[in-house]
């Protein structure tokens, strides 16, 4: 079985809505508990750039994910959020490490 990766690259508005933090661990939780999401990690660059990265089981949880009328609403309002993003989708290969899991 194989792994699939959404890389989510954002910088945000200066003037950035407040509901963004709400929205944002909302849908988190939601894409979790609902959708196959397997596991989300966020992160910032120094240079202030949001990076998410969410794991998924296969391309079809992930469309399902993007078709989900409350993530498609949040994305229709991004731009009070963005002041840019870029979205990659991928298939991880290989997972190892120490321990393994």
């Given at each position: ?10 910088t945000?508005?200066?003037d ?6 709400d929205?944002a661990?909302?849908l988190?939780?939601?894409a979790?508990r609902?959708f196959?999401c397997l ?15 969410s794991f ?11 078709a ?9 309002g ?6 840019s ?5 991928g ?11």
């Amino acid at each position: 079985m194989s792994t699939h990766i959404v890389i989510f690259r954002a910088t945000h508005r200066p003037d950035i809505a407040p509901d963004y933090l709400d929205t944002a661990l909302a849908l988190r939780d939601k894409a979790l508990r609902d959708f196959g999401c397997l596991e989300f990690v966020y992160a910032t660059t120094p240079a202030g750039e949001e990076v998410v990265l969410s794991f998924w089981p296969d391309t079809a949880s992930i469309a399902r994910w993007k078709a989900d009328e409350e993530h498609r609403a949040a994305q229709a309002g991004q731009a009070r959020w963005y002041s840019s993003y870029r979205i990659q989708i991928g298939e991880i290969h290989r997972d190892y490490g120490h321990p393994p899991r």
